[in-house]
């Protein structure tokens, strides 16, 4: 068997996986208990995993291919279970076929894409077959066989990489991605995979004919392969050998499907076809030998079609004297491919094991988040809807004085229920504990600018330094400008911001209700001496013997109780958990997609649907206790003829500045957890946009170095082809932009959960700060960048080296070749185009 080719390695770049993988995962995995875990493990053995495999490359070893098939099905796990266009890690890969320059420059190309990642490292694993293959020993079956076999699967890989390749590289690619280019090569694999079948059959002594039929297969696989190598927009990345190679080998297997076809005609006393064929036989094994510039190609087979010529001409001139036809006249003696391309499946290896078991499929978390603003949606308007109504209550009870006005007292003394409001608010730390947190707010708020500004100087200095290029480079400076790659991070900085102004509105309501409400906490949170001594006289009625006293006393207790009730309900709303990732998982395991909004509405609104009611009930029976409170109150007000003016005044103030103070407390706690919340989602936003600049940058050194080196192979060359640059571009997949977080109505401080971004809270009188639900959703996407424009692969650019010789006519070739054609090409296409050769980019 003569020498395989051999496909080159895309030559790979290190480059720092660790830190961006971890933003990435803490970011999107931080709000599910489950996906909690520190995978700082995983992430530093995958990293390790990378580096090993994407060197062990260049070992021609099959035990380097099982760490490559590794690597692969971890990158192929990793995507579907993080947003991969978020992940902004810059992957450098050089050109397989390019041998660089004097200057030292190599043609590459830099994404920040997993996709990319995925399609050079499957590139590499093909090329790779193809060496083990070529390494191994043609003397025992297991080693052919295994050499077909990667030889097989090597083309399927490079056939595969045609199709998914335009989506995987929003852009030019490198010449060895270049659609053509993979599908010469899938060709090329094939037909030497077939070669290895007729070795087989030849070795094993099979029957003439079979031998026949399995060389015309193998030299129109090579014929097919050599028109797509003499293509004018490929030939001059090749090897400078394999174009001669290849078509000493499609002449060499002609000749020896001629000469087992002799040795059937032999065997049937056709002396006449016999010498035709072995005559076209000797002239095609010469023709093979020249060709591929190897004197020594196919020298066994030559040998015995000479020796066979010469034993059939002599019994011809002795003993038939049959007339030779016309070798062009002769039938084919037909086909018979055995070696086909294997389909391309995943796992590769069946021993890899999973580093990020734990991260649930991205698709799954996604509908797990949406499912859970869903539910938080509901949770937050129905606590609201408690908690509008009981600040309802509370102001209607302190415009009665009530429970103040019916409790016993004499001279300053005051009523018990008072005492025991101030006392509640001495030891939450009085007045001067909401001070403390107010004065805390512009702190926090600052911070907070302090990060979403320094976020935006890096986007802005990212985008002068582009512009600034591309104004000095002008149509040479190829990569997509800054604005159509940022506009998700501009996107979401403007809903940053957005959420920052309405927390300065609500800080406002705080200090204003704060102030209003201030002399009233302040008595509060005095002893209570100096209260007692603050409070105008009673006027000291009996009221004691008051029918009405008696019912609004019972009132009041019912009062206490539809509170306590709240309190719970409340609780229990934020508490409730749904599960619902076996649904999930099942509808993923059925449709291949998760339905979210099908699934989870129904099971949220029939899981919430008891505490709900309960919500209404109590609302519900809120106005009819109300209405009672009226009544028994304007009897009491008949019976006792009201009480001192001055004093339920002040004490209907006290009742006021309680009920404030408890809100104020309440608002002010969820609001410094908003802006801590707040922190650490603008943190992991600045860490984005970090990622994104330092990738940025890293394209920017490869796009600049590459134009310093064709300017200088320009100048060390005036008189050539220009050399094109293949600068380093980042891309990215295309993603939906995310709405705007609408903002709810002026009563209830609970916006929507828009995925994704925090929830911007509201500033409303009753409760300027909604709960805040911490954790990112998992389906937040604002990182994804815009596609680079789809620009056909258009690779007239591409080097263009001397044009060689055209093979391709050979007499009574199976291969169907026709003259050489005007272009280049040695045969004349079939209708419709070749099979390899399609309409490109598919619709």
């Known amino acids: 068997m003569s020498e395989l080719l051999v496909v080159p390695l895309k030559k790979p770049s290190e ?3 660790v830190k961006p993988l971890k933003h990435l995962i803490q970011s999107s995995y931080s709000g599910t208990d489950a996906n909690a875990a520190d995978h700082s493990e995983a992430i530093n053995e995958f990293s390790k ?7 062990k490359a260049f070992e021609k070893y099959e ?20 947003p991969v266009h978020e992940l902004q890690i810059p992957f450098k890969w050089k050109d397989a076929f390019d041998k660089g320059s004097i200057f030292g420059g190599r043609i590459s190309l830099t994404l920040t894409s997993l996709a990319y990642e995925k399609e050079c490292v499957l590139f590499n694993i093909a090329a790779l077959q193809s060496s083990v293959a070529a390494a191994q020993s043609t003397d025992n079956d297991d080693g052919l066989k295994l050499a077909t076999k990667l030889l097989q699967q090597s ?3 490079f056939s595969h990489l045609r199709g998914v390749t335009p989506f995987a590289i929003p852009q030019e690619p490198t010449p060895d991605l270049n659609p053509e280019t993979l599908q010469v090569l899938s060709n090329l694999m094939l037909a030497q995979a077939q070669e290895i079948f007729v070795m087989k059959a030849i070795k094993d002594s099979m029957k003439d004919l079979i031998i026949a039929k399995l060389a015309c297969q193998c030299e129109e696989l090579y014929a ?21 190679t290849v078509a000493g080998k499609q002449a060499g297997f002609h000749a020896i499907t001629q000469l087992y076809q002799s040795l059937v005609c032999r065997n049937n006393k056709s002396i006449g076809e016999e010498i035709a064929r072995l005559q076209n036989a000797v002239e095609l094994f010469k023709a093979a030998q020249s060709r591929s510039g190897k004197p020594s190609l196919y020298e ?15 019994d011809n001139d002795f003993i038939y004297n049959e007339i030779i036809p016309d070798v062009k006249t002769l039938d084919g003696p037909g086909k018979a491919q055995l070696a086909k391309a294997l389909p391309y499946t995943t796992p590769l290896s069946p021993n890899s094991k999973d580093l990020f078991a734990d991260l649930v499929p991205v698709a799954l978390h996604q509908a797990i988040s949406a499912s859970d603003a869903r539910k938080n949606e509901i949770v937050n308007a129905e606590v609201m809807k408690l908690r509008e109504a009981t600040q309802n209550l509370n102001g209607v009870l302190a415009s009665l004085n009530l429970p103040a006005a019916i409790e016993v007292t004499s001279g300053n003394a005051l009523p018990q229920s008072v005492l025991d409001k101030a006392k509640d608010i001495r030891e939450k730390g009085g007045i001067d504990d909401l001070r403390t947190l107010i004065n805390d707010l512009p702190e926090s708020l600052k911070r907070n600018q302090e990060i979403l500004d320094e976020s935006d100087r890096m986007l802005n200095e990212e985008a002068e330094a582009d512009s600034r290029l591309r104004t000095q480079f002008k149509e040479k400076w190829t990569r997509t400008p800054s604005e159509k790659l940022t506009e998700m991070f501009r996107s979401n900085a403007g809903k940053y911001r957005e959420i920052i102004r309405n927390a300065i509105t609500a800080d406002k309501t705080v200090r204003d209700t704060f102030d209003k409400q201030s002399r009233g906490m302040e008595l509060l949170s005095k002893p209570e001496s100096e209260l007692e001594n603050a409070c105008p006289v009673s006027s000291g009625g009996n ?6 006293v008696h019912e609004l006393r019972k009132l009041m207790d019912n009062v206490d109780t539809i509170k306590a009730e709240r309190e719970v309900i409340e609780s229990e709303l934020k508490s409730a958990t749904i599960d619902l990732k076996d649904q999930f998982l099942s509808a993923l395991a059925q449709d291949g997609a998760i339905n979210e909004p099908s699934i989870s509405v129904g099971s949220i609104g029939k899981a919430l649907a008891p505490l709900r009611e309960q919500v209404n009930d109590s609302i519900a029976r809120q106005e009819s206790l109300v209405h009672q409170i009226q009544t028994a109150h304007q009897a009491f007000v008949n019976e006792t003829g009201g009480g001192s003016g001055s004093r339920d005044a002040f004490l209907s103030e006290l009742a006021s500045a309680y009920d404030a103070f408890i809100t104020l407390q309440n608002n002010l706690k969820e609001g410094t957890k908003f802006y801590n919340d707040l922190t650490q989602l603008l943190i992991t936003f600045q860490n984005k946009v970090s990622d994104f600049c330092f990738a940025r940058k890293t394209e920017k050194d490869e796009l600049m170095k590459s134009l310093t080196e064709e300017s200088s192979r320009m100048s060390s060359a005036p008189g050539g082809p220009p050399v094109p640059s293949y600068g380093a571009t980042t891309g990215g997949s295309s993603a939906p932009p995310q709405p705007t977080p609408s903002q709810p109505s002026g009563s209830v401080p609970y916006p929507s959960q828009i995925q994704g971004m925090p929830v911007p809270y509201q500033a409303t009188p009753q409760a300027p700060y909604p709960t805040y639900v911490a954790p990112m959703p998992q389906s937040f996407n604002p990182y994804a960048t815009l596609p680079y424009p789809a620009n056909a692969y258009n690779y007239q650019n591409f080097p263009q080296g001397p044009q060689p010789q055209n093979y ?19 045969h004349q296409a079939p209708p419709g185009g070749y099979p390899h050769a399609p309409n490109w980019p598919p619709q």
């Open 300 to 314: 066994e087979f030559a040998s015995r079609a000479q020796r066979n010529l010469t034993e059939s001409k002599k």
């Open 224 to 244: 097919e392969a050599l028109r797509g190598l003499q293509k004018d927009s490929l030939r001059s990345i090749w090897d400078k050998d394999w174009i001669a």
């Open 155 to 157: 083309a399927g890989i």
């Open 808 to 826: 391709g006519t050979y007499p009574g070739a199976y291969a169907q070749q026709q003259p050489q054609q005007p272009g280049g090409y040695p």
């Open 63 to 82: 035990s380097s291919l099982e760490i490559l098939y590794g690597y692969y099905d971890q990158l192929t796990a990793l995507e579907a279970k993080i």
């Open 49 to 55: 995993l990378r580096n090993t495999a994407i060197w």
């Open 15 to 17: 480059v720092d996986v």
């Open 543 to 548: 009221i004691s013997n008051c029918s009405s």
